[in-house]
């Protein structure tokens, strides 16, 4: 028999979720075969899968068998740049050609393992004490785009920011780089990804098995050949605002999946820009969740990386 003491980043989770977290090596099978002989109990009473955990519950696992072995965290060098920071949440700002988060482990480290070295040397994330929570990122940026990530350090705020960016409370911003003029309005569409290619496509109309996809784009500045815009995220579908803006005849430059090869072989020349000139540079916070209600209307903003300012400056110097 198992004995696990929940504490604040387990509490408020269904015991079915928890425990299947918790038990990787079980079959589900076998677990919720476990609830209905009521070999899985909470302080000693036969529960139901439902049941939500709360802070000091004790949980009590009979009869299964499990391996046990909790992975050894790595800790690795990092070199952060901090956006933002309080006890609850932390933004940091994500670097082209890097993941933020995978599901294969090829041994390649992500911002996610970044992120948590990071926590894990101010004594923020202390994995021999969790169970089963890990600090995670609540938005994710494909790999060659840059920009601020948000991050949850506790399973409340985890799960609220969740929920406020699925219910759009938490507006994401973008700033790019076009190719020619783009009139300022709110553009949709239907995208479709090919899997197996890795690459989308936008329909202007609904196609099968497409999603449905919006965006708000302003002009900040344009020279004709080229328009730097602000682009408000409003759903957030793999490669959407580049397969989007290269549909609607404003390719992002430096994209070489959604772009103009010619082009970026320019700015790669001249810049050594070899990724597209997308950042995600701003949020704002406008949920009215109780947990959240301190970061209520709050702006948090991060500079363009130098190269970008660089390419933007000459751009736009006449």
């Known amino acids: ?31 919720y075969k476990a609830f209905r002989k009521g070999d899985i109990r909470v302080n000693g009473k036969k529960i139901k899968e439902q ?49 933020v988060h995978s599901d294969t482990k090829n041994g390649e480290p992500t911002l996610t393992d970044y992120a948590l070295s990071y926590l894990y040397d101010k004594g923020d994330y202390e994995p021999e004490k969790e169970v089963t929570f890990t600090p995670a990122p609540c938005n994710r940026l ?30 994401k911003y973008y700033m790019a780089l076009v190719q020619g003029r783009i009139k300022d309005g709110t553009y949709t569409g239907y995208i479709l990804k090919n899997e197996d290619a890795n690459i989308s496509k936008v329909y202007r109309t609904e196609v099968p098995n497409s999603k449905e996809i919006a965006m708000e784009v302003k002009t900040i500045q344009s ?24 549909e609607l005849g404003n390719p992002i430059v430096g994209d070489s999946k959604y772009g103009d090869k010619k082009l ?43 190269v970008l300012k660089k390419i933007k400056n000459d751009v736009f110097k006449f």
């Open 1 to 31: 028999m198992n004995n696990i003491q929940i504490g604040s980043n387990e509490a408020g989770q269904r015991c079915d979720k928890f425990l299947r977290k918790l038990l990787k090596d079980v079959p589900l099978s076998a677990i």
């Open 51 to 99: 049941y939500v955990l709360e802070e000091g519950d004790t949980i009590e696992i009979r009869y299964i068998k499990t391996s046990g072995e909790k992975k050894k965290f790595e800790r690795i060098e990092n070199n952060l740049k901090i956006t933002y920071e309080d006890e609850n949440i932390l933004m940091v700002e994500k670097w082209p050609n890097l993941l």
């Open 142 to 171: 494909d790999r060659n785009t840059s920009g601020v990530v948000i991050f949850g350090k506790n399973f409340k705020y985890l799960k609220a920011l969740n929920e406020a960016i699925r219910e759009r409370s938490i507006e």
């Open 223 to 246: 020279c004709g050949t080229f328009s730097l815009i602000e682009i408000n995220l409003l759903t957030g579908r793999s490669h959407q605002l580049r397969a989007h803006l290269s």
């Open 264 to 306: 970026n072989s320019f700015f790669v020349n001249r810049y050594g820009l070899d990724y597209q000139f997308l950042y995600a540079y701003k949020v704002i916070f406008k949920s009215n969740s109780e947990e959240l209600e301190y970061m209520k209307n709050k702006t948090i903003a991060e500079s363009l990386p130098p």
